[in-house]
């Protein structure tokens, strides 16, 4: 074994077999799923192992015997054992019972919240997500979209024949901070690795991009089963610039289905029957009531006959009658769309390009909307319902293995902190590039005041009650001053997937106090804990398993620069200097061999200590030049 | 590529500093370290200096927007997707801080504000603080009032071209104001551009309400 390999800077040698990362790429959906793979930029639906629909219905069956059958065949299920079926549970991620107050009386499983935590946790508690009762178990909308995930997995393991546990998971791009995180915990207790949460609208342009190599302004009108998305991108030079984004959580092709719901129900109303139904009822009748609103896509007219309650009804729907329930619903889309242009200062015209994603845009009505808006016919030759998961794909093989290409995405809402009278002052306004990182200073407004409660929301709205509420917490120890002499920093950073994490810190004094507040509406890290322990998932091991991937990762840098180093600087290096340092090398190389995380840092600390001489020379060398006015690069180059 | 945007630290006369990776010196602004190729933290450079540009209000956008795609497809989280968990922390904070270089400078009002305060002026208050200029407030009240009797688009349309023009030459003034070190003028000037800018942008919307409608 040679002692001593020297690499280029930058040119990192082929990670060990277990260290190289099978990602996959998917699409979470309100109504459907799907997971693609991609492979040297050609990505692919993975379809059940019999060549079947590419497509997973986001349907849950939770047996009384503790069995859970997620898809097709618990959607199977939704009529005969309506209680025991979740579906649209994407709805409810990170949602506390305020938000979902308007479409809980549609869903047929009871929703309640937990009572709120008391003790330290409350401290930094936001409010509280929903749980579900499903045949006899108490859910949050977490475990049930991790059951989603787990299937989704399970399919893509069976297609490649191999283990895949990391993935990039899309996200509406309206989703909030609850959301989002809810969707990352959902994605941790299905023992999936998210490395990086993409926007909807982002993954179905990286997929028309991609192959069709475009550059301009496109936009990205996403209507799917249970949210609305548009999105403007610029594309230029390899970069998918995210320009502005707007939508709505809370409207998508599940609402057209309830219009029709409603239609027939006043219909019966109006001759003289009872329009209360139960949870079945309701959920056989959102059933025909899809397939009244798919069969209106290729057909003018669609007559049902509609049997509940002991009561048979017929009724004739036209898709002028249908266009008629939704317009509300499509002109709120389209208003929201100029909205979204006016932010971005763009006008319909100057749009290169319009993709379509979601099965909702399959509506003719929704098309026609679209068409005229843009004065183009919109781009659609991807399947809507696919595009997503084919661009989630590409940016999982681009992250695992390198890519020309980048995407640069926005905060879809903008973040900020309640002041004196509940106003909102906003710290980072919506469509600011992420990451960011923003702070602001507050003061205190009582002498000897000792503590500030920090209060973080987010919503485009003035009053702090018209907007979420992310995090609450209690700055304390600030030293007794005069009114107005502290000087409190609060700093919001969103990373690369969205994500919040706010700090405040106490500056005057020198003395530092920093909160650092992960939202809470997904799970509590103690929740977290339980939920692994109670699932199948071994979360010791691979919590294990990361710490040791971690170490290789950072033994390997540590290796490469010092080697870096020995060849710029060969001249500073003695022969002694050179044979301990190999033998460091060699001796942390053979550790990275084993499974024993503690070896293989105890001998990255011996290789640091051993190439500290080697170091110091370097660095005594760079002050020299720099005291002789000379430049170190100028040197070198 | 990474060294190419290392390259364009604009000797700033900083010095050197250590490399956390390969511990040996590395220019205290550089985005990479010459060496050994790792990323380091964002160093004290002005939002000007980062893309290798003069400090002069008057900027080409598209020049700083190449700079920056440039920058950002080697600092950018995801392509530290699979290193380190500081090399991924470094990336976040140098990515966050090339997006406040190039926001900042993309908007003329904070391009102006950003320069005033590197000149140790403080600018006229933002939003919230009372702004005592008599010709400036009767002029925003002038506006305002043309902008609610405007009924249809075509008087919005023109109102949106006269106070696009007017914004112009505004910045332009602003421009001269700032790189002459005019800075009491400056900061005026700065605050009547604040205001136009928020008008275009009221009127559009008010457009877009129209139009939806």
Known sequence: MALLTIHEPGQTPLPHEEERKL????????????VAMSRDEKSEVLRNPDGGSAIVPSVVHYASDGTVTVGEAARDLIDSQASQVVSSVKRLMGRGLEDVKSVAGTLPY?????????????????????????????????????????????????????????????????????????????????????????????????????DNGAEGLYAVYDLGGGTFDISLLKMQKGVFQVKSTGGDAALGGDDFDHAIVENILAARKADGIDDTIDASAAKRLLKVARAIKEALTARDQVDVAVDINDSETTHSITRAGFDAMIVKMVERTVSITEQVLDDADVLPEDIKGVVLVGGSTRVPAVRAAVASLFGQEPLSNIDPDEVVAVGAALQ??????????????????????????????KVVDRNTPIPVAKGQ?????????????????????????QCRSLARFVLSGIPPMAAGAARIRVEFQVDADGLLTVSAREETTGIEQEVAVKPTYGINEIDMANMLRDSMVNARGDMELRLLTEARVEARRNILAV?????????????????????AIAELEAAM???DRQIINDLAEALETASRPFAEKRMDRGIRRALAGQNVNSVRT | MMNAASKNTDATGNGNKTCWSCKGP???????????????????????????????????IDAIETQYLKQQQALHPDRFA????????????????????????????????????????????????????????????????????????????????????????????????INGGAYDAARKLTTRLRYLLKMAQEARAKKARLAAA
């Open chain 1, 23 to 34: 990602a996959v790429g998917i699409d979470l959906g309100t109504t459907n799923s799907v």
């Open chain 1, 396 to 425: 999982a093989e681009a992250l695992t293995g390198g890519s020309d290409n980048l995407l640069l995405d926005v905060i879809p809402l903008s973040l900020g902190l309640e002041t004196m009278g509940g106003i909102v002052e």
């Open chain 2, 26 to 60: 590395v220019d205290a602004v550089a985005l990479f370290c010459d060496t050994c190729g790792a990323i380091q933290a964002p160093g004290q450079l002005d939002h000007f200096a980062r893309f290798g540009i003069a400090r002069d209000f008057n900027v080409d």
């Open chain 2, 82 to 177: 699979t290193k380190s968990a500081r090399e991924k922390a470094l990336s976040q904070q140098q990515a966050a801080s090339l997006n406040d270089a190039f926001e900042t400078l993309k908007n003329p009002v904070s391009r102006a504000v950003y320069m005033l305060r590197m000149a140790g002026v403080e600018p006229e208050g933002g939003e919230g603080q009372t702004v005592n200029d008599p010709a400036l407030l009767m002029e925003a009240m002038e506006m305002r009032e043309a902008l609610d009797d405007a009924g249809d688009r075509a008087q919005i349309d023109a109102i949106i071209r006269d106070v696009r023009k007017t914004a112009r030459d505004c910045e332009n003034e602003v421009a001269t104001a």
């Open chain 1, 110 to 210: 009871h929703v309640e919240i937990p009572d709120a935590p008391t003790g330290d946790d409350a401290a930094s508690a936001g409010p509280q997500m929903v749980r579900l009762n499903v045949g006899n178990r108490v859910l949050t909308p977490v475990e049930v979209s991790a059951d989603i995930l787990r299937a989704l997995k399970a399919r893509a393991e069976a297609a490649l024949e191999q283990d895949v546990d990391h993935a990039v998971i899309t996200v509406p791009a309206y989703f909030d901070d609850a959301a989002r995180t809810a969707t990352k915990d959902a994605a941790k207790l299905a023992g999936i690795e998210v490395l990086r949460l993409v926007n909807e609208p982002t993954a179905a342009a990286l997929a028309y991009g991609l």
């Open chain 1, 441 to 465: 200073e507050f003061t205190t407004y009582q002498d000897g005041q000792n503590a500030m409660m920090i209060h973080v929301v987010q919503g485009e709205r003035e009053m702090v009650d």
């Open chain 1, 563 to 583: 080697q870096a180093a020995m060849k710029a600087d060969a001249e500073l290096l003695d022969e002694g200097d050179k044979n301990t340092i190999a033998a």
């Open chain 1, 593 to 595: 061999q084993g499974d």
